[in-house]
């Protein structure tokens, strides 16, 4: 039994889960598996480095196997050149996140290309409502990699996120490396989960082995928010974003000093980090991975890992049982809904299911947000309304 939701019949996909567009670590092999295992891959291209696109952007178009793949791109970084280039290979999706998507909008759009723009904040979010977005993905600070460095946790943040999108499907990301985490996502009303950290501890990945190594060894404690590692290695973050990463010795060096690193702009620290580098004694990048990391503790393909995921989904939502009947008389109009008595756990988000939600073909369809719109803008929507009651 597969998990229906706005998210996989907007992409057509089996699973409500995508994968996290990882500048550098999500390749093309990577992309390419998780959207033949069901989800949808997403090529983490960052900046836009021309070379690092042409290398991997064939390999998630080729190595897809038909199905929807997309790209994500750092909008504070890149130029709508490299946009255009990555068009030209025709992905179902392009993602953007961190700075200003607007200067990239029209071209994404002329091009039929579906639009996912990755929220840290309300404001964020307000703005991605506003240039149109077909998918809001609303990331927590638990998150691996960049994120708002005034952020909210992903359970209080992505529902509000769900209320104010509606009826855009929204993603939760941060801190989700389990089929638990990606039914709560859909608890919280969203239409699906994507994942960064746990894809990163992977087959496919392109990520160091060591890399791989610490974040199945790692435990959440040891992650930790910081602007030390993108000053001392030099890259030109915005202030307004931080990154989680495991511990670090220039991170213990510089804790707390940031203003001070970045004033003396400092040469001789970016010195020492190149050095260390060189050396071997630090890693040449610093090794980003969320909360959720005491959750990982293999190295699967990434194709077993989604369907891992969805069945441990759909098993924490409980059995699904067949629906139920129920008539309601409402200013004589006598009204016929079909519910499902597993979606229980659901019920509590308020609504979003609605009378033309059905089970078919062994799918079983969950709230997507729209329900929730209607209760916020005209009043409490009864339950029988939205379908759940039992
Ligand atoms: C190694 C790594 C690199 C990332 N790079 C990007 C990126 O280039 N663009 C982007 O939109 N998000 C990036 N992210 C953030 C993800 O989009 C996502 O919000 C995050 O991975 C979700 O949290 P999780 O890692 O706990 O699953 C990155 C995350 C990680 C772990």
């Known amino acids: 039994?597969?998990?229906?939701?706005?998210?996989?019949?907007?992409?057509?996909?089996?699973?409500?889960?995508?994968?996290a567009p990882m500048g550098g670590s999500a390749?093309?092999?990577?992309?390419?598996?998780?959207?033949?295992?069901?989800?949808?891959?997403?090529?983490?291209?960052?900046?836009?480095?021309?070379?690092?696109?042409?290398?991997?952007?064939?390999?998630?178009?080729?190595?897809?196997?038909?199905?929807?793949?997309?790209?994500?791109?750092?909008?504070?970084?890149?130029?709508?050149?490299?946009v255009a280039r990555a068009l030209e290979h025709d992905p179902a999706a392009v993602m953007l996140s961190f700075g200003d998507p607007g200067p990239f909008v029209e071209r994404i759009r002329t091009a039929g290309t579906t639009l996912i723009l990755q929220v840290t904040d309300l404001e964020e979010a307000r703005r991605a409502v506003d240039l149109g977005a077909d998918v809001i993905v609303a990331q927590g600070t638990e998150a691996g990699g960049h994120g708002a460095r005034q952020g909210r946790s992903t359970l209080p943040f992505v529902p509000v996120v769900v209320d104010l999108a509606a009826p855009v499907p929204v993603l939760a990301a941060g801190g989700i490396a389990d089929g638990r985490g990606v039914a709560a996502a859909l608890a919280l009303g969203a239409a699906g989960a994507l994942l960064g950290t746990r894809f990163q501890a992977t087959a496919e990945a392109l990520v160091a082995p060591a890399t791989a190594q610490a974040i199945v060894d790692g435990g959440g404690e040891s992650t930790e928010r910081n602007r030390v590692l993108d000053i001392a290695r030099g890259a030109r973050w915005p202030a307004q974003y931080t990154a989680r990463t495991l511990g670090h010795p220039f991170l213990d060096a510089w804790r707390g000093r940031e203003d001070e690193l970045?004033?003396?702009?400092?040469?001789?620290?970016?010195?020492?980090?190149?050095?260390?580098?060189?050396?071997?004694?630090?890693?040449?990048?610093?090794?980003?991975?969320?909360?959720?990391?005491?959750?990982?503790?293999?190295?699967?393909?990434?194709?077993?890992?989604?369907?891992?995921?969805?069945?441990?989904?759909?098993?924490?939502?409980?059995?699904?049982?067949?629906?139920r009947t129920t008539d309601t008389y409402t200013?004589?109009?006598?009204?016929?809904?079909?519910?499902?008595?597993?979606?229980?756990?659901?019920?509590s988000t308020g609504g979003g299911g609605r009378s033309d939600r059905r089970s078919s073909g062994g799918r079983v369809k969950l709230p997507t947000g729209a329900g929730r719109l209607r209760s916020r803008r005209r009043g409490p929507?009864?339950?029988?309304?939205?379908?759940?009651?039992?």
């Open 27 to 82: 390749g093309g092999a990577l992309t390419a598996a998780v959207s033949r295992g069901g989800g949808l891959g997403l090529l983490g291209s960052g900046n836009g480095d021309r070379d690092w696109l042409a290398r991997e952007l064939p390999v998630a178009a080729d190595e897809s196997a038909g199905r929807p793949w997309g790209i994500g791109f750092q909008a504070w970084a890149i130029d709508d050149g490299v």
């Open 331 to 347: 200013r004589g109009v006598t009204s016929r809904f079909r519910w499902w008595p597993a979606a229980r756990p659901l019920r």
């Open 381 to 390: 929507v009864p339950a029988f309304r939205a379908g759940w009651r039992s």
């Open 262 to 323: 970045e004033r003396s702009a400092t040469l001789p620290a970016q010195q020492a980090y190149q050095d260390a580098v060189a050396r071997g004694t630090i890693p040449p990048l610093p090794q980003w991975a969320g909360e959720g990391i005491d959750l990982i503790n293999d190295l699967p393909s990434a194709a077993d890992l989604v369907a891992t995921l969805a069945t441990q989904a759909e098993a924490a939502l409980g059995p699904q049982r067949p629906p």
């Open 1 to 19: 039994m597969a998990l229906s939701t706005s998210f996989t019949e907007l992409f057509d996909v089996e699973h409500p889960i995508a994968l």
